[in-house]
């Protein structure tokens, strides 16, 4: 029951920046946790960077000196800025949302996905 739109993504010089916003919507208030996901051209889902209800981050070895992940609560957004862009970094941004079923069973919730494209 939570819905998840992502916008922001592009086409930028290696070096550059972008900022992706992800709009959260439905019952909020049961997520315990934020994150961005990447997905390259015949590669698997990673995670980028996220955040927990309690606000502990996490990032990819790779992005962490560059990615900043935040949330906005009045805003009900959850945002990525990305620095120093890196041609590795292109791939489809995937916005998740994740909560905690009664059974302990985790669900996630997904947004349809923004394009980053970084060339050299």
């Known amino acids: 029951q939570v819905q998840l739109v992502e916008s922001g993504g592009g086409l930028v010089q290696a070096g550059g920046s972008l900022r992706l916003s992800c709009a959260v919507s439905g019952n909020i208030f049961s997520v315990n946790a934020m994150g961005w996901y990447r997905q390259a051209p015949g590669k698997q889902r990673e995670l980028v960077a996220s955040i927990t209800a309690?606000?502990?981050?996490?990032?990819?070895?790779?992005?962490?000196?560059?990615?900043?992940?935040?949330?906005?609560?009045?805003?009900?957004?959850?945002?990525?800025?990305?620095?120093?862009?890196k041609p590795e970094d292109t791939a489809v941004y995937y916005c998740n949302a994740a909560r905690t079923a009664r059974t302990g069973y985790q669900i996630n919730y997904w947004g349809q996905g923004t394009q980053v494209t970084v060339s050299s």
């Open 54 to 85: 309690g606000g502990r981050l996490n990032y990819a070895d790779s992005v962490k000196d560059r990615f900043t992940i935040s949330r906005d609560n009045a805003k009900n957004t959850v945002d990525l800025q990305m620095n120093s862009l």
